[in-house]
């Protein structure tokens, strides 16, 4: 059982919480690397909570989740670099980012283009001198089944999802490894786990996500990299929209329908993903790897 305990909260300028918590009875010897101060028995959550020495590289950061991941990451001091092809859209969300006072840049980049995604992560490394966490977030959808799929779409969906996840950790992964280690979270879908309807070419690339995350993690756990995989449900998102558009489903209706597949309705919030991002890019998750962490309020149940 759990010494007793009390939480104390001081709310910061920027709204988030600074916690502590003061443990009395402990049962078990604390040292530094638990973060328990000698005697007094005191958990200070923002040796967790906080990542203002760290740097993170997020692809499709311009919109949807991969935004929502930047934010939040800014809003807990790390500074974001923002990856993605719209670049108007990045200018914007990366200038409102700073705006906060986050440290935020944007920088333009086809994900599946190798040249572009050496020179982008290059930049990144001269900008800010390291990469300590990788968010692979860029993805496309094209809602068909296999005989109605176009070659040139299944090409597309599998370039940016699959093939820009290899690119990007392929490049990141030698500064990491250069720098003493690193973590990268992959964007999967409730979709890596099942298949769903006309969903063909989405379906395979994030099953490949989900299964190139665990092989990374073997591969790179002895350069101290820890790999993992967040797999979003129906997450209400520019994404979805477009989903409703292809399937030729009314958006009210598409979005109502997502209330009824799952136990906690939907559908989710880009924040709640970015949640399950940070826990895995903190120190919270010091000895995670190779794993995935469902955020589809329980569809999958």
């Known amino acids: 059982m759990w010494p007793s305990g009390t939480l104390r909260k001081a709310c910061c300028n920027n709204g988030f919480f600074h916690h502590s918590i003061t443990i009395s009875g402990c049962p078990v010897a604390c040292d530094g690397a638990a973060h328990l101060k000698e005697n007094a028995h005191v958990v200070d959550l923002n040796l967790f909570l906080r990542m203002d020495d760290k740097t993170v590289l997020v692809t499709g950061g311009a919109s949807g989740i991969g935004y929502a991941v930047a934010q ?14 719209d670049e108007e ?3 914007i969300k990366t200038a409102a980012i700073r705006s906060r006072g986050g440290r935020a840049r944007f920088y333009p980049c086809d994900v599946s283009d190798a040249i572009r995604v050496e020179e982008t992560v290059n930049a990144v490394v001269r900008d800010f001198q390291r990469i300590d966490g990788l968010v692979n977030c860029a993805g496309v959808i094209m809602r068909a089944d296999v005989l109605g799929l176009e070659e040139k779409d299944w090409d597309r969906t599998i370039d940016v999802a699959l093939k820009g996840v290899f690119l990007v950790s392929k490049y990141v992964i030698g500064q990491m490894k250069a720098a003493g280690g690193g973590k990268i979270v992959n964007i999967g879908s409730g979709w890596s786990l099942k298949g769903g309807q006309k969903a063909f070419s989405y379906c395979a690339a994030k099953a490949g996500v989900l299964n190139m995350t665990r092989a990374m993690a073997i591969d790179h756990g002895k350069d101290n990299i820890a790999i993992n995989c967040v797999c979003p449900g129906d997450i209400d998102t520019p994404l979805l929209e477009i989903q409703s558009r292809q399937l030729g489903i009314d958006t009210d209706e598409f979005y109502g329908s997502q209330n009824d597949v ?18 895995y890019l903190s120190d919270l998750s010091r000895w995670i790897t190779g794993s995935s962490l469902v955020v589809d309020g329980g569809g999958l149940a």
């Open 262 to 279: 799952r136990p906690l309705k939907g559908p989710g919030r880009p924040e709640d993903v970015a949640h399950a991002v940070f826990f």
């Open 72 to 85: 939040f990451l800014s809003a807990v001091g790390a500074a974001v670099a923002l990856v993605d092809l």
């Open 89 to 91: 859209r990045g200018k």
